[in-house]
T-cell receptor, first 118, second 118 residues
Framework: AQTVTQSQPEMSVQEAETVTLSCTYDTSESDYYLFWYKQPPSRQMILVIRQEAYKQQNATENRFSVNFQKAAKSFSLKISDSQLGDAAMYFCAYRSPYSGGGADGLTFGKGTHLIIQP | GAVVSQHPSWVICKSGTSVKIECRSLDFQATTMFWYRQFPKQSLMLMATSNEGSKATYEQGVEKDKFLINHASLTLSTLTVTSAHPEDSSFYIC??????????????FGPGTRLTVL
């Protein structure tokens, strides 16, 4: 079974600064998908960024980028120019490449609560 | 596009009664839907995976007779919590994906349903 670990229960950053959220995972699969989701107080899960394991290039979405280290099984999220609206819980998630039998459900880390200081 | 709705958003029921939660994909055909449970200030835990027209696949430790899942159409899955007890109080979130399409590797989440059992 796969596991996802987020070792930072809470992070705080000044507005406009950069913050990095950590995520490590454990799997025996060679191909898979990794995601970062944001959950604001409304509790709606919002996809921030995704990475396919077979792609060596790190994914980037505007102010959000990842540092994907496959050998180290690390998948950190960097938020540049932090904004007040970035304040939320951030969850790292893993998905197997296989379908069916529950294999393609997401395995989530425990989350990191991101606080933005004005 | 890719909108998932849930109904109701909040339900309060008495212990011993059953509660049905609906999950609908509004603008795509969701051949696979997932049900997650989230306790306060905790992560999301996959409960079960449902495929249209077939039996759901439950995760280990999830009572299938307690949490009945029906995925009778390509746009609707339902979760029924039978004989609910206070320990079933939680936030239930569904997600959906459409395998074999351009959005295959992404899950789209509903806004969640808060269940309180008195």
């Amino acid at each position: 079974a796969q596991t996802v670990t987020q070792s930072q229960p809470e992070m705080s950053v000044q507005e406009a600064e950069t913050v990095t959220l950590s995520c490590t995972y454990d799997t025996s699969e060679s191909d898979y998908y990794l995601f970062w989701y944001k959950q604001p107080p409304s509790r709606q899960m919002i996809l921030v960024i995704r990475q396919e394991a077979y792609k060596q290039q790190n994914a980037t979405e505007n102010r959000f980028s990842v540092n994907f280290q496959k050998a180290a099984k690390s998948f950190s999220l960097k938020i540049s120019d932090s904004q007040l609206g970035d304040a939320a819980m951030y969850f790292c998630a893993y998905r197997s490449p296989y379908s069916g039998g529950g294999a393609d459900g997401l395995t989530f880390g425990k989350g990191t609560h991101l606080i933005i200081q004005p | 596009g890719a909108v998932v709705s849930q109904h109701p958003s909040w339900v309060i029921c008495k212990s011993g009664t059953s509660v049905k939660i609906e999950c609908r994909s509004l603008d795509f055909q969701a051949t696979t839907m997932f049900w997650y449970r989230q306790f306060p200030k905790q992560s999301l835990m996959l409960m079960a995976t449902s495929n249209e027209g077939s039996k759901a696949t439950y995760e280990q430790g999830v009572e299938k007779d307690k949490f009945l899942i029906n995925h009778a159409s390509l746009t609707l899955s339902t979760l029924t919590v039978t004989s609910a007890h206070p320990e079933d109080s939680s936030f239930y979130i569904c997600s959906a994906r459409e395998p074999g399409t351009a959005i295959d590797n992404e899950q789209f989440f509903g806004p969640g349903t808060r269940l309180t059992v008195l």
